[in-house]
């Protein structure tokens, strides 16, 4: 997150060279912005029930979230996945990927998990009180890990994008004859305003 502060340059072609310490690289992208942070919350406790797979996989896409009172110009900086919890029956089954305006940016889940379980990956359903996970997941069908919970995760990669884009969370469901739900999703868009 490094900030080069220029005003008033004139007009013409300008570049950025950047020195990885003792050959360190990392990846950039390079906007242009006022410097000032807003943030915009978007949340859906409703339930909504994954299609199964049959000849294809089933697959559910969120409705496109919106974030409100974003002003036209402004540019992420992050994407913070407040939660996200998904209550299945063999969370081996799917694919969880957030796109953002129709383009996959980040997958978090990837058919994981040891005999319908989640093998306590990466994923916080194991420690979780905000999801309807852990234990919690145990009750609802009587095998604890039965649920993919992510809360509190940032994804810098959403960085640069439009502000007022579309972001879609697609689970695909690969075999037939498990069932489940999205239960909950909260997500806060971090972005600098113009």
């Given at each position: ?39 915009s919350e978007f949340r859906d406790n409703d339930d909504y029930e994954l299609p199964d797979a049959e000849m294809m996989p089933g697959v559910y896409p969120t409705p496109a979230i919106n974030f409100p009172n974003v002003p036209l110009g402004s540019v992420v900086h992050k994407l ?115």
């Open positions: 997150n490094e900030i080069l502060e220029e005003e008033n340059l004139a007009a013409g072609n300008y570049a950025a060279r950047v020195y990885g310490f003792n050959g360190s690289q990392n990846g950039y992208k390079i906007f242009r912005s006022s410097g000032n942070l807003q943030t913070k996945l407040k939660q996200l919890d998904i209550n299945h029956s063999c969370v081996g089954d799917l694919e969880v990927t957030i796109l953002w305006d129709g383009v996959p940016v980040r997958r978090l889940w990837n058919r994981d998990g040891d005999n319908c379980l989640d093998g306590a990956l990466d994923d916080d359903s194991t420690f979780s009180l905000g999801c309807i996970g852990g234990v919690g997941a145990a009750s609802w069908n009587r095998r604890l890990g039965n649920d993919i919970c992510f809360e509190n995760r940032d994804y810098l990669e959403f960085a640069g994008l439009d502000a007022q884009g579309d972001l879609t969370v697609e689970i695909k469901d690969y075999t037939n004859d498990n069932t489940g739900s999205l239960v909950n999703v909260q997500f806060d868009l971090e972005y600098f305003i113009p």
